[in-house]
């Protein structure tokens, strides 16, 4: 698999400790399993060259870091479940992944990740079982301190394992 994240290099210590909370639902804590920074997939590709990967990224290029604040647990109700943080409405986001689409020919990706289907979003734990979905749902209900990451990093990777093919730095300051 290949695809485009946006991430954060903050320790981001309230994500983390929710991702900590979130792994008691797995069999395995999913996320820290990955080895990875806390990131917003932009593009996941099944079949794509590094090339093409390469040329949609550019479409960041020039673009200011974005501070998005995260205030909601929501899920993917899939089989596993998934538990993720919802960011605030940042229509600069919006267009961004617009932008990085329409570099990439559809086909080639996972639809859940093309503009009329992608909804942001910051996983906490993507492997909860059926045994555990209920305490998870309540757990999704409770509320936390909102908090604010700056995800200032963009990457062209592959996965498993998690592998960065090209990183992007974005300018410092966000929008």
Known sequence: MFGITLRTQDPAKPFWALVDKASAFETAPSIRALGYFPHITLARCPAI??????????????????ALTFERI???????????????????????????????????CDPHYLAEHWRPHLTIAMAIGGTQRESAFDFAKRPFAPFTLTFDVADCLSWPPVSIL??????????
């Open 74 to 108: 929501e899920f993917f109700d899939t089989e596993p479940l998934v538990l993720w943080l919802n960011p605030s409405l940042d229509q600069r986001l919006i267009e961004a992944h617009a932008r990085l689409h329409a570099r990439v020919d559809p086909a080639l």
């Open 49 to 66: 060259g590094t090339s093409s990967l390469a040329a949609a990224a550019e479409a960041l290029a020039g673009e200011p870091a974005f």
């Open 166 to 175: 090209q990183t992007r730095t974005l300018d410092q300051e966000p929008a």
